[in-house]
């Protein structure tokens, strides 16, 4: 991970290279609520990091929403939960993020990706958010999907997440492996 962060550093994508290493415990949920984003909390409070984790998917039948399906990161969320980031690659190939802040009663989008054309049925790829002084990053399989500067920076909980298109079987299935935490401000 230090290599990587190394990596990151020299391409501009993170302003420091120092910072602590975790290994979180790999995480496998399904959700089966059609249109429903649900967290599950990794325990780790942060502001800028640099999360990484071998995914895979599956959903429950063909015919399922794959835009709203997907796996991916909750973060900066507050105390009382009003205010966070939502960072979902979606079973249709694209990377979305919304935000939702104190002064908004509704999730607002922060702009989308596209990675390419995935077998929405069963798959797996590499995932990596990079959030550092108010700037996003996705990146999947090595390839950087979503890049927003100017964000709020917002310190808060680290959550997994996962996107439900469809409410039949186990609906959206997400297996996170592997998964390793640089935290820069630690």
Request: proline share 2%; hydrophobic share 35%; charged share 20%.
């Amino acid at each position: 991970m230090a290599e990587l962060v190394q990596s990151l550093y020299g391409d501009g994508y993170v302003s420091s290279t120092e910072g602590l290493f975790y290994r979180l415990p790999d995480f496998q949920e399904s959700l089966a609520k059609i249109d429903y984003i649900r967290r599950y909390p990794t325990g780790n409070f942060l502001s800028d990091f640099v999360i990484r984790a071998d995914l895979a998917w599956a959903t429950a039948r063909e015919g399922a929403n794959i835009k709203y399906s997907g796996c991916g990161f909750y973060w900066g969320v507050s105390e009382d939960s009003v205010n966070f980031y939502i960072a979902i690659f979606s079973l249709d190939g694209n990377v979305r993020v919304h935000i939702k802040k104190d002064t908004s009663k509704y999730l607002s989008s922060a702009g989308s990706g596209y990675y390419g054309s995935i077998d929405y049925m069963q798959g797996n790829a590499k995932i990596m958010l990079v959030v550092d002084n108010g700037s996003i990053q996705f990146f999947v399989n090595g390839k950087r999907v979503y890049n927003r500067d100017n964000q709020y920076e917002l310190e808060g909980y680290l959550y997994f997440a996962i996107s439900s298109g469809i409410n039949t079987g186990f609906g959206t299935r997400c297996s996170f492996s592997n998964v390793e935490l640089w935290d820069m401000n630690p």
